[in-house]
């Protein structure tokens, strides 16, 4: 809005002529009259406070915020394939493969059958430890009572050492009974862990979705070969997606997570202002620049992954005097803003801060906070200058 000034007064120049006709003109009356026709006609505006924000734009990409790589533990052949690309699965029901079910399933049978033999063999030796401890006992107790017959001489030193040699043996019997049944037990053992690991492949041989989300890749089919380690699925979860972004290195001290904002656009769709909840540790010493990331909750219909982000990011916000950016030049190597004083153009020397919404900060206090600046005609005007003031801008 433009207040104009209106002047009633009669131009010097038409004063000038009248006289000349009658008398000729004043020298003091021409010189005035000449001064009024180099006047520059001038709009002025007001220093403003305003809010001004340092801001940088950069383009990032939407991401799945949970998304998840899934990879066959086993080797072996696709058997069943239930999902395809765009599909819903849901976590810890939907299965998405099948590997190989028959020959794992007989695998675990057979593991199962040689845990049972396993088992057997224990109690068969536990039982042969028994007899053989019972052998032992009755040849202990003939071998005591030969001893206090010998020493009374009532037997022979042959019948003696019969009995020595059966004691002897029988000891020999229960230790190697002993030692059966503890191989058996280390057997059993073996088989405990090979039906686990037979469990556990067929268990492996069902593939299900470990989260909630969209199936976005599928890179197997029926029949195909499963290679243990190799991705075959992708599942994305869109519920929640963050958007990221490699700012320049200059920036790193500027940014703070939980601080700091950045306003996003995908697709047209403004996100509004959201805090960053992530900076990348370091700067990467090649491109020097680092990563920041942003959560989009609950995304609204076509922001998804895969999408191009409009990425503004704030650094620094203040509140403080500013003049239409514009009106900022460069004269003699000096940033400079004409101001109207007595009807006369001035130079002040400036120091520019932020840019925001076509205004700029005016750092220090070299701009007094009433100055009219010159708003339209900034550009005719030199130091001294007379101007005439037209109106003032709002």
């Known amino acids: 809005m433009i207040r104009t000034v209106i002047r009633n007064t009669i131009p010097l120049i038409l004063i000038c002529a009248a006289q000349t006709l009658q008398q000729g003109c004043a020298p003091e009356t021409v010189a005035q009259a000449q001064g009024a026709e180099r006047r520059i006609p001038v709009t002025t505006t007001r220093i403003q406070e305003r809010d001004f924000e340092e801001r940088v ?77 019972a052998q032992y006992e009755k040849a202990r107790l003939d071998y005591e009572r030969f001893k206090r017959l010998r020493d009374q001489e009532a037997i022979t030193p042959d019948a003696m050492e019969q009995m020595e040699a059966g004691y002897t043996v029988a000891k020999a019997q229960r230790e190697r009974a002993e030692t059966a049944v503890q191989l058996r037990k280390e057997q059993a053992k073996q088989a405990d862990a090979a039906l686990a690991i037979a469990q556990k492949h067929l268990d492996d041989s069902l593939i299900i979705s470990p989260i909630d989300g969209w199936v976005t890749f599928r890179g197997i089919k029926p029949g195909e070969y499963a290679a243990a380690g190799t991705p075959v699925f992708r599942i994305s979860d869109t519920s929640t997606l963050e958007v990221s972004a490699f700012l320049s ?146």
Do not use: C
């Not at 990879?71 to 590997?99: C, H, K, M, S």
């Open 57 to 133: 734009a950069v383009q990032g990409n939407v991401l799945a915020r949970h998304y998840a790589m899934i990879a066959p533990t086993i080797n072996g052949q696709a058997t069943d394939v239930f999902v395809e690309e765009g599909d819903r699965v849901t976590a810890n029901e939907t299965a998405l493969l099948q590997i190989d079910k028959v020959a794992l399933t007989q695998a675990y049978e057979i593991a199962l059958q040689d845990r049972v033999v396993a088992e057997h063999a224990q109690r068969d030796a536990e039982a042969q430890k028994a007899a053989a401890q």
């Open 249 to 394: 290195g200059e920036y790193y001290p500027k940014i703070k997570t939980g601080e700091t904002h950045v306003r996003v656009q995908v697709s047209g769709i403004d996100m509004g202002r959201i805090p960053i909840f992530y900076k990348s540790p370091e700067i990467q010493d090649q491109l020097r620049t680092f990563e920041i990331k942003a959560l989009i909750d609950t995304p609204p219909e076509g922001v998804v992954p895969g999408a191009i982000a409009q990425i503004e990011t704030t650094l620094q916000t203040r509140t403080g005097l500013g003049v239409p950016h514009d009106v900022v030049q460069i004269r003699d190597g000096k940033t400079v803003v004409f101001v109207v004083e007595e009807d006369a153009a001035r130079a002040v020397e400036v120091v520019a801060g932020l840019t925001a919404d076509g205004w700029t900060e005016m750092v220090g206090d070299t701009l007094d906070a009433n100055a009219l600046v010159i708003r339209r005609g900034y550009n005719l005007v030199n130091d001294g200058a007379p101007v005439d003031v037209q109106g003032e801008e709002e």
